[in-house]
């Protein structure tokens, strides 16, 4: 669990401002996948990426959201122009292989409050 | 649409005793199940897990049972312990666990000393 970092820990944006989320994978792993928690509900799949590649964007809205995972660098989750909606826990998790559930270990979230 | 329903959003049982924590699906494409247990301010952490190839999987003092007929998993937790207190995230996955998690919404348990 410690091994994926999160940052910023907590990120307060006002409406119509660009939000940055970060995640560092576990050393080695290739794999990493995106979720969204409002509040007093579960996680939401957002995305599900390797490394350069989108796998599987099912989850995302259809606008104002990305995601990369660069060659080299974090994964980031990008969120332009947001709103108060979007005010929610950001939760990344990294496996080693692809499907890899039971092996993901899910960083400590980015709490995102859009003011 | 919730595919994976937790109905008892909290649960509160006595040191020593058995947590007993349910959760039901609704897709039928749902073949691998995952407990998660969750700490405020930190990330969700695996627990045990099960295939639909079986209807039990134990892992010291945490069982999970599969009834695939009813759509329904329970997490039996004993005995419960004061670092139990948590909440539990009951997920499901298809392609043999080889997609994405659909989570439930979360039961917060209370282990009473």
């Known amino acids: 669990n410690a091994g994926v970092m999160q940052n910023p820990r907590h990120l307060v944006r006002r409406r119509g401002q660009e939000a940055r989320l970060r995640c560092s994978p576990v050393?080695?792993?290739?794999?990493v996948y995106w979720y969204r928690q409002l509040p007093e509900e579960g996680l939401k799949f957002m995305v599900y990426?390797?490394?350069?590649?989108?796998?599987?964007e099912s989850g995302m809205p259809k606008e104002r959201f990305s995601a990369e995972f660069p060659k080299e660098g974090p994964s980031i989750l990008r969120i332009q122009q947001v709103v108060r909606g979007d005010s929610a826990a950001y939760f990344c998790?990294?496996?080693?292989?692809?499907?890899?559930?039971?092996?993901?270990?899910f960083g400590q979230g980015t709490r995102l409050t859009v003011v | 649409d919730q595919q994976v329903k937790q109905n008892s959003p909290s649960l509160s049982v006595q040191e020593g005793r058995i947590s007993i924590l349910n959760c039901d699906y609704t897709?039928?494409?749902?073949?691998?199940f995952l407990w998660y247990k969750k700490y405020p301010a930190e990330g969700p952490t695996f627990l045990i897990s099960?295939?639909?190839?079986?209807d039990k999987n134990e892992d010291g003092r945490f069982t999970v049972f599969l009834n695939k007929s009813a759509k329904h998993l329970s997490l039996h937790i004993v005995p419960s312990q004061p670092g139990d207190s948590a909440v539990y995230f009951c997920?499901?996955?298809?392609?043999?666990?080889?997609?994405?998690?659909?989570f439930g919404t979360g039961t917060r348990l209370t282990i009473i000393p």
């Open positions: 099960i295939s639909s190839i079986k």
């Open positions: 990426l390797q490394k350069e590649n989108i796998i599987d």
């Open positions: 050393k080695g792993h290739s794999h």
């Open positions: 997920a499901a996955s298809s392609n043999f666990g080889n997609e994405k998690l659909t």
């Open positions: 897709n039928s494409m749902f073949d691998y």
């Open positions: 998790a990294s496996s080693p292989r692809f499907g890899g559930n039971t092996e993901a270990f």
